[in-house]
């Protein structure tokens, strides 16, 4: 059977699997090689993360994840006495809260590659007209409910977190803003991705992926090509199968 490449995280894991999203992306890479399975969930933090584990990572399953993108931390830097401060949560507890979900996935598959992404920059003028244009109208803040500076400060805990446990981490706060414009070129309402900025994720994924073991181009494809079947003795090629 083949293995499963969980991805685990909030709206801009939800959203991979849309025209151009990453995920979507991971799963044409991954063709005949793996499942990549989407575990994302619109406007969770890492509070609300953690009581869904059980749930999607029982301790009992016989075929846990091979592999598991973990990416939150978008709803987490939310500032408090904004209009998103309900999905706030403390910097700190940020921290540790995404060390449980390791913990969590380790115990489940000691092996299982794990991998953090960090939240992506935020385009504060982005997001207040987003705000004004789809969600809040005249009610909506002037002042952001999210800033850059703030969500940075997220992304290099995860990052810390990352070394600290030893595990592989994507700085995509920091790979986006390396390149000019990338409010507009890599974010859609200064927080959710366009198809070019889940290509810098899809990229950055097959990166880590590639220099570790789970390379798809080294992985066998799950049955034999059509070119390996005799059209007069198919069985043939499927003898190993049935060993």
């Known amino acids: 059977m083949r293995p499963q490449i969980a991805l685990f995280g909030d709206s801009i894991t939800e959203q991979s699997f ?23 969930y619109s406007g969770y933090n890492t509070r609300w993360a953690l009581f869904l584990l059980h749930q999607l990572f029982p301790f009992d399953s016989t075929k846990p994840p091979v592999a598991a993108t973990i990416f939150f931390g978008a709803n987490d830097a939310a500032l408090l006495g904004r209009t998103s401060e309900r999905q706030h949560v403390p910097i700190e507890e940020y921290k540790e809260n995404l060390r449980k979900v390791v913990h969590h996935l380790k115990e489940c598959s000691p092996t299982m590659l794990v991998v953090l992404i960090t939240p992506p920059p935020v385009d504060e003028v982005g997001r207040r007209d987003y705000a004004h244009r789809s969600v809040y109208g005249e009610k909506a803040m002037e002042l952001p409910e999210r800033t850059n500076e703030v969500t940075g400060l997220y992304a290099k ?17 920091s790979k986006m803003q390396e390149t000019g414009g990338w409010q507009k070129k890599f974010l859609s309402d200064g927080l959710h991705l366009t198809p070019e900025g889940n290509a810098v994720v899809h990229e950055e994924v097959v990166k880590v992926f590639n220099q570790l073991w789970l390379s798809a181009a080294e992985m066998p494809d799950d049955f034999p090509s059509h070119s390996e079947i005799d059209g007069k003795n198919p069985e043939k090629a499927f003898q190993q199968l049935c060993i």
């Open 18 to 40: 849309r025209s151009g999203g990453w995920g979507a992306a991971l799963a044409d890479t991954y063709t005949r090689k793996a499942d990549i399975v989407n575990r994302g």
């Open 157 to 173: 805990q995860c990052v810390e977190l990352a070394k600290e446990m030893g595990l592989c981490s994507i700085d995509l706060w």
